[in-house]
């Protein structure tokens, strides 16, 4: 028998090459299974789940845990599977699923914070970084707080539905640093600007939301469309009851659609570019600066005798209410085109310093109204010194009282119910190049005087009234003065027309009560009167006129006379005066005068002589 021991080392090294079948493989084995550790699989390379020298699932560039092979952004560890997804534009979880109503803050700084459930549940957010709030859509009822010193970013992202904020009963957002909210729905919510804080609202919508101002605050909404359900407004928020300081607001490229009140409270406001619609007011404010804007409902201005209120290019439309301006250093208007629609007074200015109204057009569409367009009141001011350059009145005039200095130069007034402009008190009255055509008084409710004065109605005792190259045709009285009355301190008119002006009781033209009245270079014509003084009236002034010529002037009867001038008291001093003859004669005799059996006189051609109520010499 063959002895083994001498094969032994053989043997040994076949079982090292070949193992006996059933004997579980080592680590590390090369035996083209799959156990774990091996290294020996279809790849060749060390990719398994255990994560040792011969299992690695590959490289991390990032370092967020996620390997190279399963990281669909192996360069931004905010990127992995299974990270939460945030409303930015990137897929953050490695699922490409979409980003709806999802709500996140992006700081300046890098990174993201997931707001949605915070927002979804009505929580406090404070943001006290620079960076963008964005939302994917949604509706979000959440408070956001912007610090002081931080300035963010509100918005909708691009293919998204707008979000909306709202609707909620508690305070929404509140800002003290700066927050831009951009493409938003705001829908019943209030809004703090805290002190020093600034919001610009831009390309969103305003629905029955409410603004609240405190001091120094800033506000701008731009392509806005702001609609009032509940009451939305913009208002200043008093600091412990103190308002101390005025609060900026810029409306732009914006639409105000049926606001009940949209601006209440101590506010510097710029209007611009913008479009007050359907029935609503503007609101009280401070200051205004109004400009190439349309405005369908009214407008308060309410200064410190410091501000003021500035109008460019804008077409107002009133209905049952009118807009005012009052304590105010400087009314500067220019390009208005205003209409009241059913005879409301449109503008009533008061304490300002001073007023200028130029190229502007104001019309009353129901011209029956006993409303002026305009109103002046000077009670309360030292004076207030108002010019009216290139301006057009269709339905009704200007009313002026107190201490109000008032020029007028190049002016239309037609068509108007209530005296075209009439003046009570007021400290002086210049009218220059101007015209009145058809132009009536108000009705008597009081005195005589209430309805006097077709064209002007002026009570200025101690103070002057000056009117210079202008016409007063076709307007008629109720009672006294179809074309002018003028009751106490002096009256010059030079260079004046007066034609077809008609009164129900007598001055066809004029009628003056008192005070010293002068006339030069001027003419009466066509005018007539029932009681007398087709052309001139005198009860109690100290009248002169030069040169001159009333043609064609008359009386209601034949038995009344005095066509041209009636005197019932004061002087009328004729100075080389035209009173015509033939068929310009006026009927049916020039002068009568009431004392005693009174009497009258005809004069033929240039004339002068001095009238009283005894007769003339």
């Known amino acids: 028998m063959r002895s083994l021991i001498g094969s032994f080392p053989l043997l040994l090294a076949l079982l090292l090459l070949f193992p006996l079948a059933g004997c579980p493989p080592t680590l590390g084995d090369d035996d083209d299974t799959t156990s774990a550790g091996d290294d020996d699989d279809a790849t060749g390379d060390d990719d398994d789940a255990t994560g040792d020298d011969d299992d690695s699932a590959g490289p991390d560039a990032d370092g967020d845990g996620s390997p190279d092979a399963d990281d669909c952004n192996d360069a931004d560890p905010t990127v992995y599977p299974g990270a939460p997804e945030l409303c930015d534009g990137v897929d953050q979880n490695c699922v490409f699923d979409a980003e709806d109503n999802l709500a996140s803050f992006l700081p300046s700084a890098g990174g993201g914070i997931d707001l949605t459930e915070a927002l979804l549940n009505n929580e406090d957010i404070n943001l006290d970084e620079d960076g963008t709030v964005q939302l994917c859509g949604g509706s979000w009822v959440g408070h956001l707080v912007v610090l002081a010193g931080a300035d963010v970013t509100i918005r909708g992202a691009s293919g998204y539905p707008i979000p909306v904020f709202g609707p909620a009963s508690n305070i929404a957002m509140s800002v003290a640093g700066s927050a831009t909210l951009e493409g938003l729905e705001i829908d019943q919510i209030r809004l703090d600007v805290r002190r020093g804080g600034t919001v610009v609202m831009q390309d969103g919508v305003l629905t029955g939301a409410q603004v609240f101002m405190n001091p120094t605050g800033i506000l701008e909404l731009r392509r806005m469309a702001v609609s009032d359900q509940n009451g939305s407004y913009f208002i200043a928020q008093l600091n412990d009851g103190i308002d101390e300081a005025a ?77 005012s301006l009052s304590s105010l250093a400087v009314v500067a208007i220019d390009e208005l085109d205003a209409t009241s629609l059913d005879g409301s007074t449109i503008l009533g200015i008061s304490n300002a310093a001073t007023v200028s109204i ?56 037609s068509n108007t119910g209530e005296s075209a402009l ?38 200025m005792p101690g103070y ?30 030079d260079n004046v027309e007066f034609d077809g002006n008609t009164a129900d009781n007598r001055g066809g033209a004029v009628l003056m009560q008192s005070g ?29 006129v030069t040169g001159g010529e009333f043609l064609r002037n008359g009386t209601g009867s034949p038995n009344v006379w005095g066509g041209a001038i009636s005197v019932g008291g004061g002087t009328v001093n004729l100075v080389n005066v035209d009173l015509s ?24 051609g240039v004339t002068s002589a001095v009238c009283t109520a005894d007769g003339c010499n």
Do not use: K
């Not at 009141?377 to 108002?386: A, N, R």
């Not at 000056?466 to 008119?493: E, K, P, Q, R, V």
């Open 247 to 323: 609060r900026t607001v810029l409306i732009e490229d914006t639409v105000l659609t049926d606001m009940s009140y949209a601006i209440q409270g101590n506010m510097h406001v710029t209007f611009r570019d913008s479009e007050l619609a359907g029935t609503s007011n503007l609101g009280q404010m401070q200051d205004l600066l109004l400009e190439d804007s349309s405005l369908s409902g009214p407008f308060s201005v309410v200064g410190d005798g410091t501000t003021s209120a500035v109008i460019r290019r804008v077409t107002s439309t009133v209905q049952g209410g009118s807009s």
């Open 358 to 413: 130029e190229d502007s057009a104001f019309t009353n569409d129901a011209p029956d109204s006993d409303r002026f367009a305009l109103g002046f009141d000077g009670t309360g001011q030292t004076e207030m010194v108002v010019t009216l350059a290139r301006v057009t009145f269709d339905g009704a005039g200007v009313n002026a009282v107190g201490p109000t200095s008032l020029l007028v130069s190049d002016a239309d007034f």
């Open 422 to 459: 009439r003046a009570s008190q007021t400290h002086a009255i210049g009218v220059i190049d101007s015209t009145f055509t058809d132009c009536e008084s108000g009705v008597q409710t009081g005195t005589a005087f209430d309805a006097s004065g077709g064209a002007v109605n002026a009570t």
């Open 464 to 493: 002057t009234f000056t009117m210079t190259d202008t016409t007063i045709s076709s307007c008629h009285a109720n009672y006294y003065g179809g074309g002018l009355f003028f009751n106490g301190g002096t009256l010059a008119l």
């Open 516 to 544: 010293t009245v002068t006339i030069a270079n001027s003419s009466f014509t066509d005018g007539s009167a029932m009681f007398g003084g087709g052309g001139l009236t005198n009860l109690g002034a100290t009248v002169t």
């Open 581 to 604: 003859a033939g068929a310009d004669d006026n009927t049916p005799a020039d002068v009568d005068w009431t004392n005693g059996a009174g009497g009258h006189m005809t004069f033929d």
